[in-house]
């Protein structure tokens, strides 16, 4: 992670920012807002005056994103860049601006040139000054750059390898658990992952519009089992906080969901959209919770630890998600740095998961024996915090599945026999049948078994 000393200038939020207007992919969509809480609400009053006025935080920007801006961006203000508008409306999205600022290797600029369709190529600025210009094996570039293996199909890869579209009553909605749903709300992104579980629909430029919202809505309001409802996408962050809160809103107001959860990249590959607007809001929706998609430490930067700690003092217990990608985070000390640097910006490593079989994933997906090594690595080696679930969603829509070393060695008549991180052997008695009286007065004498 970079240190504070590294970074300098600090300026005002953006101005744009306190009242975002934004749809995604940069299209005003039909939309109803029922604010619970008006802006106007959501303002403090200046000591000075007795008219509100907005507060205006400010922001650290890295060196590196400030060098960055300054090669590719000369005319870009500061406060340009962190402004989150700004960002996704020049998000990289075609080979000339690409190839401007990144050295495309000939696998990289082929494999753009042939792509079509879903899942296209989008960077955010910010995101591009992270990744090594010169390097096409450099672990971001890899997951946002693609290469022409995601051409290739290997056995046992599916367009829906979880089986989403089957386990889903309405458009947008997957019903898979009992008690929980999944709510697709958008299929954009500001940046798209290479190895995205749903890279059948995301990006593919359709629309997530109101009508399909209601229906999903109406769903969960006449299945009184959901208490727990995921948001994700696409990336639900990329929402104006009108349209996010109208949804919270709604979903608040149905009486048996008890608790709501959003999934998403953003405080990662857009940290400026983590606005104090949009945390005031969220706030006023809890229980919330949220998980964030990380992939490597270098994505920890000033910005990112930022926008977590926004999130964090706003109330939002934060957990982490992360795709175990071959040559880009399958090392035990990669990993455990990455789980070491989330704690310290107060996000509870959650899951490590194996990569999804979607088409041309070959290239990123590591033996399942990799996973179990890094938690088998991590686990007594250093904070139980620290430790994330390794799971694999189960191909055929079986849900997510754990799979962890095995610290069950057998039994040893009532005892079971456990191997502990450094793999000695203990007994713990395991036996309930068996009543041991025995004369407290004196522990050796008067032992009895019934
Ligand atoms: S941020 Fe999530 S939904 Fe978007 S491309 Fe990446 S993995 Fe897919």
Redesign the pocket.
């Known amino acids: 992670m970079e240190k504070d000393s590294e970074f300098v200038m600090e300026d005002a939020e953006p101005p744009g920012s306190m009242i975002s207007v934004m749809d995604h992919a940069d299209k005003r969509v039909p939309f109803i807002a029922i604010n619970n809480l008006p802006l106007s609400k959501r303002v403090k009053k200046s000591p000075l005056s007795s008219q509100c006025i907005h507060y205006i935080p400010r922001l650290k920007t890295s060196v590196r994103s400030q060098t960055f801006r300054k090669k590719f961006f000369p005319g870009i203000s500061n406060s340009e860049w962190n402004d989150w508008h700004w960002q996704i409306k020049n998000r990289i999205r075609d080979i000339n601006t690409l190839s401007r600022i990144i050295r495309l290797s000939e696998d990289e600029y082929l494999a753009i040139l042939c792509h079509k369709g879903p899942l296209p190529v989008s960077i955010t600025p910010y995101y591009l000054s992270l990744i090594d210009e010169n390097n096409p094996l450099h672990p971001l570039r890899r997951t946002v750059v693609p290469v022409k293996r995601e051409y290739l199909h290997s056995f046992g890869e599916e367009k829906d390898p979880l089986c989403e579209e089957q386990h889903s009553p309405v458009p947008g909605l997957v019903h898979r658990y009992p008690d929980r749903v999944l709510f697709l709300v958008t299929d954009f992104?500001s940046?798209?992952?290479r190895y995205?579980?749903?890279s059948r629909r995301?990006g593919d430029g359709g629309e997530v519009n109101s009508q399909q919202w209601e229906k999903a809505l109406e769903y969960i309001e006449n299945t009184p089992s959901i208490r727990d409802v995921l948001i994700s996408?696409?990336?639900p962050l990329t929402l104006s906080d009108e349209k996010l809160e109208w949804l919270l809103s709604r979903l608040r107001q149905i009486p048996h969901v008890e608790f709501l959860r959003i999934g998403t990249?953003v405080p990662v590959v857009l940290p400026q959209r983590i606005t104090p607007s949009l945390v005031r809001m969220l706030k006023h929706y809890h229980p919330l919770w949220m998980s964030i998609?990380f992939t490597h430490p270098e994505e920890l930067t000033i910005e990112n630890r930022k926008a977590c700690c926004r999130l964090a003092d706003a109330g939002i217990p934060l957990g982490s998600q992360t795709v175990l990608l071959k040559g880009i985070n399958d090392s035990v000390e990669t990993m455990k740095h990455l789980m070491h640097g989330l704690l310290k910006i107060r996000v509870k490593p959650y899951y490590i998961y194996q990569c999804d079989p979607i088409p041309g994933s070959a290239h990123f997906r590591t033996p399942v024996e990799k996973g179990v090594e890094i938690i088998h690595s991590l686990r007594g080696y250093t904070s139980g915090y620290a430790v994330p679930t390794y799971v694999i969603d189960a191909p055929g829509g079986g849900g997510k599945i754990p799979v962890s070393p095995d610290y069950v060695a057998g039994r040893n008549k009532d005892c079971l026999l456990l191997r502990n991180y450094e793999g000695k052997l203990y007994q713990y008695p395991d036996s309930l049948e068996k009543v041991e009286i025995c004369n407290y007065n004196n522990p050796d004498e008067g032992r009895e078994n019934f």
Request: aromatic share 8%.
């Open positions: 992104c940046t798209y992952c995205c579980t749903r995301v996408g696409g990336d990249k998609h």
